[in-house]
């Protein structure tokens, strides 16, 4: 047996051998799915396939690394180097580099992240003489971003008649005009967002039957990873790819599909056997990660699932210690709570801050956990914050470098067009923006005719000189690295100067930023030859022959890098804080110690997510991904009471507390009550105070006892959670448009029942309604995440 399969159990050892036809490797949470996916790839090379002819698709560039350095080291050589392994994204720009031609973009396109996707779209939006604050440029994108996954066009989702019914309830009904305008917008400035580094691959493939040819017989295996996270686009591209030789191999949990919120379909895992005869399927079920209570609980939650590749996690893991719930009374106590207990585990069993993670289902949850932390003089670090790149002295910076390497690129244009002030007014380039569209011309191009457009004098002197720098910088790429014209234009520009000048502690900083910046370009020139990314096919960019055209590309190449880094690859992971971030976030992750919080109906699930079975299974999805991340210890906690945007909330307990086999439950209270973590109170374990104890306090221990000062916004004492009695109800069950809900109107809730409401309180954007259900009394509805039905 070769050294790198030593050590795979049965089910990894018979997937990573597995050679020809289709393969579906179900991986549960922890069972080593990275290990043998990278075996897997090393044993086909070991068998005489070329690197150049494997394609692994990733999620995270630092997966992607991570699995070549592995197999280099499983193989004792470089040949790993010549695998196409990587992000969707990153894979599929590199292949556009050399085919955008042929849909009519130049090779040199930007790519547009979040913020110039938004910023176009808020131009657009302007000039349509739409009001901004309706058409949000979010809820704008979102939607754009969702048509684009699915493989729906500007022409397409005009013409699509559920589609437009969509906007028309929403009250956006100039959606599809504003997607036809960002579409050209976009394809004017040489530019593709995100999701069109997928849309155009798609495009490729099947315009062109020559290319679609060229890469099915170039990429003879194809591996991808966390295939429950696909969506459509994602699907048909990898299923026109592997069309001639049908060497596909998929690797993902169907309990771990979190993310249709991203376009993201559980349907292609499920579906994956239909799709190709003769499946081979392999379900690894050992989990080496978290202990035997662990397991159990998420398995016993998971359960609950009708939509699931049946299989059972077990582990070779101790017991462990029973998971903990933990009520409180407020939100500030569950911080507090956490706080504290972080601090008792360290100096009780040795572990380190970066020991532990907090996980929660929505960012604002961080606020009582980061305050907590503070006081208890506890590190941390928030995931998924502002980015290096994200800063604006970086973004400035690379703007330049934008503008150099695409001159189309009107967004990173607008931006360093007058940074540092030059002298080139906001009327006169609005002018200029006014003539580009009307004439269909880009920015520069009117930059490039200033004069013949009506710009005179200084403003005129400022634009010439202007373009006579820009075209200076380009001309350097014919000579130079990008390292050098990067250090060049940040001296001619005058950005460097204009930084050293600010002596403030925050002007020093961004200094030493934007000198962070040039060294990440050097160790970029450094350790990549330009060459090294294109291969016998010329997928990176054809017809590469001369040093000019290597520069340039070096630069793209870079700038590439750079924008399609993922949340996952932004954070190294490195120092001893104690990590905070959202489940979602946390996906991929583990932790010796992880708390999660905010158990709570509306929360946690969702109370945007619980109308449809298959939203709620989403949501139970969630809840298993959030616990499989702890290896020895788990605590879950909720509270009474919560502010939600501004308002006193009262909570009932999420129902995947119920779902939790008790006996694997060790059930405490903290914040505020009387109630020793021991439980001991008249005997009872769970501290109950008599026999007449109400059935919340059966189901989830007794409410905790007021602080001996309360303030004016907290009841004296919070109502024990009732009862709730579920309702079904008759028929489809489709949400009301409650803009113009009010005081005396019938209606029907999914999970609560028929009931009137007796108050509407709150503003536009977060109205409130106090609705009386007939079985369940009174309950306040947050009308920007439930859902009425309102009967009239």
């Known amino acids: 047996m070769q050294d790198y399969l030593k050590g795979l159990n049965e089910q990894q050892y018979e997937a990573a051998t597995h050679i020809n036809g289709p393969l579906m490797i179900v991986a549960g949470a922890g069972s080593g799915k990275t290990k043998v996916l990278t075996t897997r790839i090393a044993h086909l090379m070991a068998q005489g396939v070329d690197a150049f002819n494997i394609l692994a698709l990733t999620f995270t560039n630092k997966a992607a690394a991570e699995m070549k350095e592995r197999i280099e080291k499983m193989l004792g050589n470089h040949e790993a180097r010549n695998l196409y392994i990587g992000t969707f994204h990153s894979v599929f720009a590199r292949i556009l580099r050399g085919e955008a031609h042929r849909l009519g973009y130049p090779n040199s396109f930007t790519i547009y992240d ?6 176009v ?31 729906i066009g500007p022409l397409q989702y005009a013409e699509d008649y559920y589609i437009q019914q969509e906007d028309m309830r929403a009250n956006r009904p100039a959606i599809a005009k504003i997607y036809e305008a960002y579409a050209k917008r976009c394809f004017k400035n040489g530019a593709m967002d995100f999701d069109d580094l997928l849309l155009k691959m798609y495009e490729l493939l099947n315009t062109f039957p020559e290319v679609l040819h060229k890469f099915q017989h170039k990429f003879k295996y194809v591996l991808i990873d966390e295939y429950q996270d696909t969506n ?14 049908e060497n596909i191999c998929v690797v993902g949990d169907d309990a771990q599909s979190i993310y249709s919120f991203r376009g993201a379909t559980i349907e292609n895992i499920l579906q994956f056997q239909k799709d190709y005869d003769d499946v081979k399927v392999v379900k690894l079920e050992q989990n080496y990660r978290s202990t035997k209570s662990i397991l159990n609980v998420a398995n016993a939650v998971i359960q609950n699932n009708k939509g699931q590749i049946p299989k059972a996690l077990w582990t070779d893991n101790s017991d462990g ?30 572990y380190n801050n970066s020991d532990f993670s907090i996980l929660y289902r929505t960012n604002a949850q961080s606020r009582s ?24 002295e970086i973004k400035d910076f690379i703007a330049y470098l934008r503008v150099i390497g695409n001159t189309r ?20 380039m609005e002018k200029l923006q006014t003539i580009a569209n009307e004439s269909n011309i880009t920015l520069w191009e009117t930059l490039e005719r200033a004069g013949e457009f009506g710009a005179k004098g200084g403003g005129l002197e400022s634009i010439k000189n202007f373009v006579t720098m820009i075209r200076y910088f380009q001309s350097l790429l014919k000579e130079k690295n990008a390292f050098e014209v990067a250090t060049e234009m940040g001296k001619h520009t005058g950005l460097i100067k204009e930084l050293f000048s600010d002596k403030t502690t925050e002007g020093l900083a961004r200094y030493e930023n ?4 040039l060294n990440s370009i050097r160790e970029w020139v450094d350790t990549q030859d330009s060459l090294s990314q294109i291969d016998e096919d010329g997928i990176l960019i054809d017809n590469v022959s001369t040093e000019d055209t290597k520069n340039a590309q070096s630069l793209g190449v870079y700038l590439q890098q750079i924008t399609l880094l993922t949340d996952a690859d932004k954070d190294d992971g490195t120092g001893d804080v104690v990590k905070l971030m959202t489940i979602h976030a946390a996906k991929g992750l583990e932790f010796p110690v992880v708390f999660v919080g905010g158990l709570e109906e509306t929360l946690f699930p969702s109370g945007m997510s619980i109308n449809t079975r298959e939203e709620l299974e989403e949501e139970r999805r969630l809840f298993y991904v959030a616990v499989t991340r702890a290896k020895s210890k788990l605590w879950l906690t909720y509270a009474n009471t919560r502010y939600r945007f501004g308002n006193l909330v009262q909570n009932d307990p999420s129902r995947f507390i119920d779902e939790m086999p008790k006996e694997l439950v060790d059930r405490k209270n903290a914040g505020g009550s009387a109630y020793t973590s021991s439980g001991l109170n008249n005997g009872n374990a769970f501290g109950f105070r008599n026999n007449s104890a109400t059935e919340a306090e059966r189901r989830y221990g007794p409410p905790p006892v007021p602080k001996t000062k309360t303030t004016s916004s907290l009841p004296s004492q919070p109502p024990v959670a009732p009862r709730v009695i579920e309702h079904k109800p008759q028929g489809e069950f489709v949400p009301s448009d409650t803009s113009d809900l009010a005081e005396g109107d019938k209606v029907e809730h999914q999970k609560f029942g028929f009931g009137i409401v007796v108050k509407m309180e709150g503003a536009a954007h977060n109205r409130i309604a106090t609705v009386n259900f007939n079985l369940n009394g009174e309950k306040k509805i947050m009308l920007n995440y439930a859902k009425l039905k309102i009967i009239r």
Do not use: C, W
């Not at 459509?232 to 030789?245: N, S």
């Open 114 to 119: 979040g913020d110039d996707s938004k910023s």
């Open 121 to 151: 779209l808020k131009t657009v939006i302007k000039e349509m003489e739409l009001d901004e604050k309706h058409y949000k440029p979010n809820i704008v994108a979102s939607r754009i971003s969702q048509a684009k996954n699915s493989l």
């Open 232 to 245: 459509p686009v994602q699907y048909q591209i990898t299923k026109l790819l592997a069309a001639a030789h």
């Open 321 to 350: 210690e029973k998971i903990y719930l933990v009520r409180t009374m407020t939100d500030n106590d569950e911080g507090k709570f956490v706080a504290s207990t972080i601090q008792e585990q360290k100096l009780r069993n040795h």
């Open 369 to 392: 956990y980061e305050e907590n932390l503070r006081r208890a003089g506890i590190p941390y670090k928030i995931y998924g914050g502002l980015s290096f790149y994200q800063r604006k």
């Open 409 to 428: 690129d009107e967004e990173a244009l607008k931006r360093i067009i007058n940074y540092p002030v030059r002298g080139i007014g906001k009327t006169t």
């Open 514 to 517: 934007v000198q962070e910046l």
